[in-house]
């Protein structure tokens, strides 16, 4: 069972930044793909972006140019820096990783806000 904590949430105006990070209970070089996923009110949770353990990352195209996913193996941790942030950003962010042991388990974080005025 791996645990995920996320940090870096709030409210942030239109055109700002933040940063997400979400640090893994046990050594992220076991976890396949490590990534961050959000929710709006309403809406279905989809993927932001995520990046495998030899470094390859995927992203939703509305954020490509604007964030950037990456792995800290020394801290266990992925981060999400979001730049260029808009309304439309508004959701909560979920940490995600996914395990293939044969077959794949995926764990969740809790969730963490992020709120963009505009």
């Known amino acids: 069972q791996v645990q995920l904590v996320e940090s870096g949430g709030g ?16 050594n992220t070089n076991t976890i396949n793909e490590m990534g961050w996923y959000r929710q709006a009110p309403g809406k279905t949770r989809e993927l ?16 490509k140019g ?9 801290k266990n941790s992925v981060e999400l820096q979001m730049n260029s942030l808009n309304p439309d950003d ?13 077959v794949w388990y995926v764990y969740w974080g809790q969730g963490t806000q992020v709120t963009v005025s505009s």
Do not use: H, P, W
């Open 66 to 74: 604007r964030f950037a996913v990456s792995r800290d193996g020394a």
């Open 90 to 102: 508004t959701a909560v962010y979920y940490c995600n990783a996914k395990i293939f042991l044969g």
């Open 48 to 63: 932001v972006a995520a990046v495998t353990a030899d470094g390859t990352a995927r992203y939703k195209d509305s954020v």
């Open 11 to 26: 409210l942030v105006q239109a055109g700002g930044s933040l940063r997400l990070s979400c640090v893994a209970s046990e």
